[in-house]
């Protein structure tokens, strides 16, 4: 089955400056890659998905990035706030029935004042 | 108003009791999911139905049993708890055909003495 990997697994930034969290998978037959946060003792939300068919995908401050040669996928935070500090997991979907996300192990990402 | 919920918000019970936990999407979604996120705050699926028909079932003890009585419910249930099984646990659903996004309810936290 699918297997997701994470890094970091904590992340320490100072306000302003940008935050990359970087994922692999295993399964060369995922075809959709959501990142999700979660603040703390909230639900997961997602922020931003990308699709195999994109290479790029940005939406105001956050960006992901897809390499399906490498099988790795990146989320990019720019410029960033207090308000970004929370858990942020990356996920893979294997297409077929279900729908079954696999998601990484998480970083805890802090941004610093 | 609430997209998905789930009830309790927390449940508190001694080893070897059995605890139901509700879910409920009001999106009109077909499919739905349970999650386990234990205290490393590792997310790790254990069921998903689509329209009332079981469809992912991973390697879950059998006490942990499932229901879903219509599409907009999902329910938990849980026999013979044990310690082990401390942890939050999140109801999801999945957007409508041609979308991949799930959304998560705010989570049960079940703590077994």
């Known amino acids: 089955g699918e297997n997701v990997e994470q890094h970091p697994s904590t992340l320490s930034v100072q306000e302003g400056d940008s935050a990359v969290i970087k994922c692999t998978y295993s399964d060369s037959a995922s075809n959709y890659f959501p990142w999700y946060k979660q603040e703390l003792g909230k639900r997961p939300q997602l922020i931003i998905d990308i699709r195999s068919n994109v290479g790029e995908k940005k939406d105001q401050r956050i960006a992901v990035t897809l390499n399906k040669t490498a099988k790795h996928f990146s989320l990019h935070i720019t410029e960033t706030q207090p308000e970004d500090s929370a858990v942020y997991f990356c996920?893979?979907?294997?297409?077929?029935?279900?729908?079954?996300?696999?998601f990484g192990t998480g970083t805890q990402l802090k941004v610093e004042l | 108003d609430t997209a998905v919920s789930q009830t309790p918000k927390y449940l508190v019970t001694q080893m070897g009791n059995d605890k139901s936990i509700k879910c409920e999407q009001n999106?009109?979604?077909?499919?739905m999911y349970w999650y386990k996120q234990d205290s490393k705050k590792f997310l790790k699926i254990m069921f998903s139905?689509?329209?009332?028909?079981?469809?992912i079932n991973e390697t879950v003890p059998n006490r942990f049993s499932p229901k879903s009585p219509d599409k907009a419910h999902l329910n938990l249930h849980i026999n013979s708890l044990e310690l082990g099984d401390s942890a939050v646990y999140f109801c999801?659903?999945?957007?409508?055909?041609?979308?991949?996004?799930?959304?998560f309810g705010p989570g049960t936290r079940l703590t077994v003495l």
């Open positions: 999801a659903s999945r957007g409508l055909a041609g979308s991949y996004e799930q959304f």
């Open positions: 999106l009109g979604h077909d499919t």
């Open positions: 139905y689509n329209n009332k028909e079981l469809i």
């Open positions: 996920a893979g979907r294997v297409g077929g029935g279900g729908n079954k996300l696999t």
